[in-house]
Each structure stands twice: as structure tokens, then as C-alpha cells.
């Protein structure tokens, strides 16, 4: 029993520690959360300027003027073998 003593200190000791560490764990999430939404944030950007670039390329592919269509149109299609039925 006379060991007894000396605990209550150390567990006066251990709360305020407990309570730091806690605390520090707490502002290390919220470090991880504004970093995580700053990346979202960069992410629907990067994703929206992409669409727009798709959209881009769509337009110039579908337009009647470019020129691979235009070439697949012209092409020789006399020289290439035909399947006769």
C-alpha cells in the first residue's frame, strides 16, 4: 500500500499529456482535411479544363473540313479489295 502514492501523481501528470497529444492529433486532421480539399479543389479544375479540351477535339474531329476525313473521303477506294456478294 505504500507504493499507492506515488500513482496519483503520475496519473496528475498523465492527463495533461493526454490532453496535448489529443489535441495535436486533432490539428494534424484538420492539417490532412483543408490539404485534402485543397487537391479536390485542383482536381475539378484539372477536370474541367480537360473537358472543355475533349470538347475541343470532338469539334475539330466532327467537322466536315479536317483533314483525315477528308482524306478517308478522297482516298483510294478504287485499289482496295471489295467483298462481292
Do not use: F
Not at 490532453?19 to 492539417?31: P, V
Not at 483543408?34 to 482536381?43: A, G, N, S, T, W
Not at 474541367?48 to 483533314?67: A, D, F, M, Q
Request: charged share 30%; no cysteine.
Amino acid at each position: 500500500m505504500g507504493e499507492i502514492w506515488i500513482l496519483v501523481p503520475l496519473a496528475a501528470m498523465a492527463i495533461p499529456i493526454v490532453a496535448i497529444l489529443s489535441k495535436n492529433k486533432g490539428k494534424l486532421q484538420k492539417k490532412d482535411y483543408i490539404r485534402l480539399l485543397d487537391e479536390v479543389e485542383y482536381l475539378k479544375k484539372e477536370n474541367t479544363s480537360l473537358k472543355n479540351r475533349l470538347e475541343n477535339v470532338e469539334t475539330i474531329v466532327t467537322e466536315p473540313n479536317w483533314g483525315i476525313n477528308k482524306q478517308l473521303k478522297e482516298g483510294n477506294a478504287s485499289k482496295t479489295p471489295q467483298i462481292e456478294e
